[in-house]
């Protein structure tokens, strides 16, 4: 046997136990580290060839293998864009030179431009999806990505196109004469209920309609739409133009709903914006009192929107002071057919290696992708109490190992001597 090669494995066994007390100091220091993934010492002994006759002893290589697939604690918070990923899949970043990168460091605020950065400078990526664009995925790739906003300060107008409107419209009021009836738009119009609605032009302007309910017989009526701005002192008739829709509707005395022959919607163009339907579908003649009981008309006022919330599906969306929501952006998720492969580099970002493959990129809650949840944020894997004891057991290692090397050493001194 070799006095050497007992120094040499010593040495071996140190170097190893040392790099397992590295990757320890490292956990236990990153404990607290949002998306952190631990790190573990794996040891592989190295057997050279054996002689006849004499054991040669070999030592030990050490490979760190990080658990990057290993889900963290979620840790709910109270801001919306902190985000953590419950299942498989990576939020894409990039540096402020553009280069981009895996992480699962969700804790993302707005900068100073308003776009999401974590705690390591890193920029959150997603699809402009706003006005309701289809984002093209690329499978293999981070083509059509940009970096995500949490609101937009330009001004943004919507015309309203769209709405729904609910009512009950009382059965035991008497029938209006034909001659006073609304859409006749005479000084001497007469009508059973009114209700008024705001809507929105091209450019934002609200446009407050006049809607009037007016009873022709037993089961008829007329619903007649008037813009306000046009209507006479006092806010009545005769308006300044005729209206803009007059529609009849027809009710079935068996039920109190609209008959079959009855229309269930009314199309008029708001003045100064565009076409709008309104879904009339659902209202009802009965004998109560006159009532809304539903209403939403969609478009907004020219004005900037904030972030309301980001969906499990990752599409985030705004919300203007109206209450109406647009979609804004759609944050993807990436993985690799390894995650644990993936090269770590500094701020918790990672890198695809030969051995982690290709990235694959999908979205939220489809394909094997995991869900997006707003306002939370992935925990440290590091267990402290099982790194302590590691550190325990790393350090006693290190210490027999040294007394291996200690005692080929005074062998050595002792062959050294013999001719003295």
Do not use: C
């Not at 107008?157 to 729904?164: D, I, M, N, R, V």
């Not at 647009?326 to 770590?344: E, G």
């Not at 999908?362 to 306002?375: E, K, Y």
């Amino acid at each position: 046997m070799s006095i050497s090669n007992i120094m040499r494995t010593g040495v071996s066994g140190m170097l190893a136990q040392g790099n397992k007390l590295s990757a320890v100091a490292d956990n236990i220091a990153n404990s607290d580290t949002t998306g952190f993934k631990r790190a573990e010492t794996e040891f592989s002994s190295m057997i050279p060839q054996q002689l006849t006759g004499e054991y040669v002893s070999g030592g030990v290589t050490t490979t760190v293998r990080r658990h990057v697939s290993e889900q963290g604690t979620l840790l709910n918070t109270t801001s919306i864009t902190d985000l953590a990923v419950a299942g498989d899949g990576f939020f894409v970043v990039e540096d402020a030179a553009g280069k981009r990168f895996l992480t699962r460091a969700g804790s993302f605020v707005p900068d100073k431009d308003g776009y999401l950065v974590n705690s390591a400078g890193y920029y959150l990526l997603g699809f402009d999806v706003s006005g309701n664009a289809t984002p093209t995925i690329t499978a293999n790739g981070f083509a059509g990505l940009e970096r995500v906003r949490q609101s937009d300060q330009a001004m943004s107008a919507t015309p309203s196109t769209s709405g729904e409107l609910r009512f009950n419209l009382d059965a035991n009021v008497q029938a209006v004469a034909a001659a006073n009836l609304p859409s006749a738009n005479a000084a001497n119009a007469s009508y059973s209920f009114k209700t008024s609605l705001v809507t929105y032009g091209n450019l934002g302007d609200e446009v407050l309609l006049d809607i009037y309910y007016s009873k022709t017989s037993g089961n008829t009526w007329e619903m007649t739409v008037f813009d306000h701005a046009g209507a006479a002192p006092g806010g009545s008739f005769p308006y300044a133009a005729g209206p803009l829709a007059s529609q009849t509707l027809t009710f079935d005395p068996a039920n109190g709903q609209l008959d079959a022959a009855s229309p269930t919607s009314l199309s008029l163009s708001v003045p100064g914006g565009s076409a709008l339907t309104l879904d009339l579908s659902g209202s009802t003649q009965y004998a109560a009192d006159f009532a809304i009981q539903s209403v939403n008309v969609n478009g907004n006022a020219a004005t900037g929107y904030k972030l309301f919330k980001i969906g499990e599906d990752g599409v985030m969306y705004g919300t203007f002071p109206n209450g109406e929501k647009h979609s804004t952006y759609q944050i993807p998720l990436a993985t690799v057919r390894s995650p644990d492969n993936l090269k770590l580099l500094p701020g918790d970002v990672f890198t695809q290696t030969d051995t982690s493959g290709d990235i694959l990129m999908g979205f939220a809650n489809s394909d094997n992708f995991g869900a997006i949840v707003s306002g939370a944020k992935e925990q440290s894997t590091v267990d402290l109490a099982s790194e302590l004891t590691a550190m325990i057991e790393a350090q006693r290692g290190y210490t027999a190992n040294s007394k291996s090397f200690m005692t080929g050493a005074e062998l050595m001194d002792i062959a050294v001597n013999l001719k003295r």
